[in-house]
């Protein structure tokens, strides 16, 4: 059964510091890997999508690494911001399945 | 662009009750995926209906069901609702124009209440 783990499971950090979330997976055979940033009350917005040959990819402050040999991921927030306050979720799928596997998220709380 | 818009946003039911909630995709899209989400679950893929055919279906039992129309307009009906069936209901989007990494973009998601 593909699985997708996700740690820790909530954090609360400090305005302006960085903090990494880790995910680790074990869907096979691997087509893409994605972290999704839900807001409280709506929909995930896509933040990343990394494909096996991609071992890193930004999107602003949000820095997201892939190490498709150990099967695991990790999203950097850098100096967060009170708006990074959200659940971020890990999403993977595999090749020839349209279906997705998802992370139980890890919520972020960033506090002044 | 407009984005993936769901309706209606917030809905309470009665157990027993069925229930129609409607998603229209971005302009140009052809695949529309339905989830549920709740807090001890996260979110779980129900089924994926491509040019107005199911394409891939998940674990739920038959009372979820959805259809497509011509012009990608999507709906999801959950009949005999269970008090378990409250949840967030997310729609996504994604035009699936080749290749296998495609953007899926979501709703805001219907909030379904049974009692």
């Known amino acids: 059964k593909n699985q997708v783990e996700q740690s820790p499971q909530s954090l609360i950090i400090l305005e302006g510091k960085n903090c990494t979330l880790q995910?680790?997976?074990?869907?096979?055979?691997?087509?893409?890997l994605r972290w999704y940033k839900q807001d409280t009350g709506r929909g995930p917005v896509s933040l990343t999508i990394m494909t096996f040959s991609e071992n890193t990819k930004s999107n602003g402050r949000y820095t997201a690494t892939l190490d498709a040999d150990t099967k695991q991921s990790s999203l950097h927030i850098t100096a967060s911001q009170l708006s990074d306050s959200a659940s971020y979720i890990c999403?993977?799928?595999?090749?020839?399945?349209?279906?997705?596997?998802f992370g139980a998220g890890t919520t972020v709380t960033v506090r002044a | 662009k407009a984005g993936v818009t769901q309706t209606p946003r917030y809905l309470i039911k009665t157990r027993g009750q069925q229930v129609t909630l409607s998603c229209s995709p971005i302009s140009g899209h052809r695949s529309v995926s339905w989830y549920q989400q709740t807090p001890g679950q996260g979110l779980q893929f129900l089924f994926e209906?491509?040019?107005?055919?199911?394409?891939n279906k998940g674990n739920f039992p038959g009372r979820f069901s959805g259809r497509q129309f011509s012009n990608s307009r999507s709906e999801m009906n959950v009949s005999t609702l269970e008090l378990g069936d409250s949840a967030l209901y997310l729609c996504a989007s994604s035009i699936q124009a080749g290749g296998p990494v495609y953007e899926q973009y979501f709703g805001p998601g219907t909030r379904l209440t049974v009692t």
């Open positions: 995910c680790n997976y074990t869907v096979s055979p691997f087509s893409n």
């Open positions: 209906y491509f040019s107005e055919t199911q394409r």
């Open positions: 999403v993977v799928s595999a090749r020839g399945d349209y279906k997705l596997s």
